[in-house]
């Protein structure tokens, strides 16, 4: 049984969890899912302070004491997890924000390899595409393998025709994350997120060794490392690779 978690920004059950549902709803049909909920404005987070703590030392020293490290053991514990908010002035919602800067030091520390990620945005009108492709990104950053989601045109209350393309949209969705979630293996990296990973860690190799992300690249062995984890490059992404590396080396000494 595969374990997927919906984290949901809205604090009202209209559209947003109702798209959802659907999206449940389908994962059941298509096979064995447990399927949780889970609704931010159910859980205490304060806002970031900016202090640099959980980059420059780690997490474990952010100064807010909330339901931080709970939301991250609900996402560890998962095999799937699921973004899901209204667009509200052309963003995410002010609670799904304030989550993923609360998690910011996974775009230098990223954890939920193997796991799939994908987006449900529900909107009146339009901007909400944008908002989609940032979740993914972030996804990406995290460390997911993101499934391409959903963004969905609704007005409340929502009429028959609407409730139809909602239905259509998510069923494209819910499939396409099922597929990658019965998936053993994890994915191929672009030859975008390689460079990334190899620049990165280049600047990073420049860093005091008493930083926390110098540390965490050191344990895990990304120094040596062609990826964040072990798997297949073809040549072309071995030439990306080595060009990334040499990039990385001379920012660095430019630094």
């Known amino acids: 049984m595969k374990k997927v978690i919906a984290i949901i ?12 549902q659907e999206f449940e709803k389908n994962l059941k049909e298509l096979g064995n899912i447990e399927f949780e909920y889970i609704f931010l404005h159910n859980f205490h987070l304060e806002f970031c302070k900016g202090c640099h703590s ?8 952010c100064p807010l004491k909330d339901d931080r490290d709970l939301l991250l053991e609900k996402m560890e514990s998962a095999d ?17 924000k ?16 193997g796991k799939v990620f994908t987006a449900i945005v529900v909107q009146g009108f339009f901007g909400g595409k944008d908002i989609r492709k940032y979740l993914e990104t972030m996804g990406k950053n995290f460390g997911f393998n993101p499934v391409k989601g959903a963004c969905i045109k609704t007005l409340d209350p929502m009429t028959e025709k609407q409730t139809r393309k ?12 099922f597929k990658q979630i019965m998936k053993s293996s994890k994915p191929s990296p672009s030859s975008g997120r390689l460079m990334m990973f190899r620049i990165s860690r280049k600047l990073i190799e420049n860093l005091d060794p008493k930083y926390r992300d110098y540390q965490y690249y ?14 297949s490059l073809g040549i072309g992404k071995k030439i990306a690779g080595s060009l990334a590396d040499f990039i990385g080396k001379q920012m660095a000494k430019s630094q």
């Open 98 to 113: 304030n989550f993923l800067d609360r998690f910011a030091y996974f775009y230098h520390r990223p954890i939920f390899f």
């Open 9 to 20: 920004g809205s604090a009202r059950k209209k559209a947003t969890y109702k798209a959802v």
């Open 166 to 177: 909602l239905k259509k949209k998510i069923n494209k969705v819910s499939k396409r994350f």
């Open 218 to 231: 050191q344990e895990n062995g990304w120094f040596e490392s062609d990826y964040y984890y072990e798997t």
């Open 80 to 96: 799937g997890v699921i973004l899901a908010s209204p667009n509200y002035a052309f963003q995410v919602s002010a609670r799904m």
């Open 54 to 61: 959980c980059f420059n030392n780690g997490e474990e020293y």
